[in-house]
């Protein structure tokens, strides 16, 4: 009778760490699948550039502080953040920012709604009477699989 129960308890604890070990190797694969995804997504980042006018950088930042920003925002326009280069001649008067999208089609689709915002249209009016910007330039970039930030 002791045997049997020696058995049973031995067959147990056996089912127990297979249990385990399948449970552990399906969590781990999960997981590594989980950054094989992201790494795989559409999401894509927008890096602009904008050139201003010889001394109007500050009010262009202003722009972007008071008003822009809280427009990009409500058009679900994800800044991730905004510069402005020191110490190099070549990029003097020069402001930039980087946004993050699910997709590229998410970031034409949002675009798109704030050019169509009255509030924007506002922005852009004052922008033809007091020109702060001589040249924007703006780039699509998707993370490398390696990209700490995806």
């Given at each position: 009778?002791?045997?049997?129960?020696?058995?049973?308890?031995?067959?147990?604890?056996?089912?127990?760490?297979?249990?385990?070990?399948?449970?552990?190797?399906?969590?781990?694969?999960?997981?590594?699948?989980?950054?094989?995804?992201?790494?795989?997504?559409?999401?894509?980042?927008?890096?602009?550039?904008?050139?201003?006018?010889?001394?109007?950088?500050?009010?262009?930042?202003?722009?972007?502080?008071?008003?822009?920003?809280?427009?990009?925002?409500?058009?679900?326009?994800?800044?991730?953040?905004?510069?402005?280069?020191?110490g190099a001649p070549a990029w003097d008067n020069t402001f930039v920012d980087i946004l993050a999208y699910a997709s590229q089609e998410e970031a034409k689709k949002n675009w798109a709604a704030l050019v169509a915002d009255p509030e924007f249209q506002e922005v852009i009016k004052s922008e033809q009477a007091n020109k702060l910007v001589e040249k924007e330039e703006s780039t699509y970039m998707r993370p490398t699989d390696f990209s700490p930030l995806q």
């Open positions: 009778m002791k045997i049997n129960s020696w058995n049973s308890n031995r067959w147990t604890v056996v089912g127990i760490a297979l249990f385990s070990f399948a449970a552990g190797s399906l969590i781990t694969a999960r997981l590594m699948h989980g950054n094989q995804v992201r790494a795989d997504s559409n999401r894509v980042f927008e890096l602009r550039v904008y050139h201003a006018v010889p001394g109007k950088l500050p009010a262009l930042e202003a722009r972007f502080r008071d008003t822009t920003s809280k427009l990009l925002a409500k058009h679900n326009l994800k800044v991730l953040g905004y510069w402005v280069p020191e």
